[in-house]
């Protein structure tokens, strides 16, 4: 499952510009993790300074967000664009201007050309927007006490007949978003027009991720799995963001009301799916960071006295050194830590020692262009590390006549290997992945 192809030429932008490095592969993950700060700065018409200011120092210090900010991963551009689509939206509803509408159309479609988990994305934003907007026009009829069952029907039929008559005066604005919804597909899934067949991916994706989503993959985890990553790692975040929920509830705008919803619904969408990885829980901190910046807002609000808003920021400033502390040692300590949950699948910093290994015992032979035979399954990231030797086999099995003067092989295949051998060999194990070991094999009187 390869996902959407933004990520893959997005990715190659700093390969062109810095070269192929470790740096230039982490460059737009990183850039994109940092916008996410940035691009909260158009919703302080909604939750003024202080909560945006709020939500983006605990984005900026979260320690999930940190992490997977450093990871080459989709998930960040996925939160990137949602982000992108909820402040187009809203200035659209705000202003009233149709040149909202080609923002809306950009973000959706880089969504689609992403992950095929768009389909949760629209969906929850679709029925935040709908429910928030319902459950406003509910709240003010309870206000006004005299207003009967008729009337409200009346102003229900209204509501929609002037969106109706907005979306008609528009027509242009529509169709011209709808192009760039089009074009923006079209020229990433057929690969730059090379490929018109990948244009199935757009909805085929759907049905692989769906029998993926819902089947025993493997990576099933319980219900309350998300909460748990919440508590552990964005604990400051989480308690900030459940009063924000509860004040949100409490002013009852559209805006404060959609952004409850649009939490709930991610929490309950992600949760109820059995196939669970972490780094979706950046669909959670999202609209969890927005929550607590509006309470910190309400809170500041509230506060009359300059020692009261000392305090404040006091307290504030020690959940954002808890934050920066657990970042960090995620980040640049434990990154490789199987006891962290967040840590998942990844490589052990064995890597570098291998790859130093082979790097030092190839001078002895041809250097870069030392034959090397890669005999396990599952060898990968050396096909990154590895990437300039020049004479790289990957069999992917354990093949009839191995003789380069380097091998790499699975630990668990090593009594196969050993028979079929032509030469005495000096071997030495190192953990690639939980679970997966790998054994590096080299001719003897080289070693020697």
């Not at 429910?131 to 409200?152: A, C, D, F, P, Y």
């Not at 991916?201 to 993959?217: D, P, R």
């Not at 459940?242 to 649009?262: A, E, H, N, Q």
């Amino acid at each position: 499952n390869y996902h959407g192809p933004f990520f893959y030429y997005i990715g190659l932008i700093p390969f062109y510009l810095g070269g192929v490095s470790t740096f230039s592969l982490r460059f737009m993950p990183a850039l994109f993790g940092s916008l996410i700060v940035l691009l909260l700065t158009p919703l302080r018409k909604r939750i003024g300074w202080s909560g945006i200011i709020s939500s983006g120092f605990l984005l900026a210090v979260s320690p999930s967000g940190t992490f997977y900010s450093r990871y080459a991963i989709h998930e960040t551009y996925l939160i990137f664009f949602t982000l992108a689509l909820v402040v187009s939206g809203e200035a659209f509803l705000r202003t009233k201007k149709s040149a909202y509408f080609y923002a809306i159309a950009a973000s959706m479609a880089f969504i689609v050309s992403i992950k095929e988990t768009y389909i949760i994305t629209f969906g929850v934003l679709g029925l935040s927007l709908t429910l928030s907007w319902v459950t406003n026009l509910v709240l003010h009829w309870k206000r006004q006490k005299n207003l009967n069952l008729v009337e409200g029907k009346q102003a229900i039929v209204g509501a929609v007949s002037s969106i109706c008559r907005a979306l008609k005066e528009r027509k242009g604005a529509i169709l011209g978003s709808t192009a760039v919804f089009l074009a923006v597909n079209v020229f990433l899934y057929s690969s730059i027009f090379s490929n018109l067949q990948g244009l199935k991916g757009i909805i085929s994706t759907l049905a692989i991720w769906i029998s993926t989503g819902v089947g025993e993959s493997g990576h099933n985890k319980p219900f309350l799995y998300y909460l748990g990553l919440l508590l552990r790692y964005d604990l400051s975040m989480l308690l900030l963001g459940i009063l924000g929920l509860y004040y949100c509830l409490r002013k009852s705008d559209v805006f404060t009301l959609f952004i409850c919803m649009w939490f709930s619904g991610m929490f309950i969408a992600y949760s109820l799916i059995p196939y669970k990885t972490p780094w979706l829980i950046l669909n959670l901190t999202l609209p969890l960071a927005i929550l607590a910046g509006n309470f910190i807002k309400f809170v500041k609000d509230s506060l009359s006295s300059r020692t009261g808003f000392a305090v404040f920021i006091l307290l504030f400033s020690l959940v954002l050194a808890n934050s920066c502390y657990h970042s960090s040692d995620l980040s640049f300590r434990h990154y490789d830590d199987e006891s962290q949950e967040l840590v998942y699948v990844h490589t052990f910093r064995d890597i570098y020692d291998l790859v130093d290994r082979i790097d030092t015992v190839s001078k002895f032979a041809e250097g870069k262009h030392t034959a090397i035979e890669v005999l396990a399954s599952t060898p990968w990231p050396l096909q990154w590390y590895l990437r300039d030797h020049t004479q790289m086999t990957y069999w992917g099995e354990i093949i009839d006549s191995p003789n380069a003067p380097i091998i790499i092989c699975s630990e668990m295949d090593l009594e196969i290997l050993k028979p079929r051998l032509e030469e005495a060999y000096h071997q030495e194990t190192y953990r690639l992945r939980p679970g997966v070991n790998l054994v590096f094999l080299v001719r003897k009187r080289i070693w020697d």
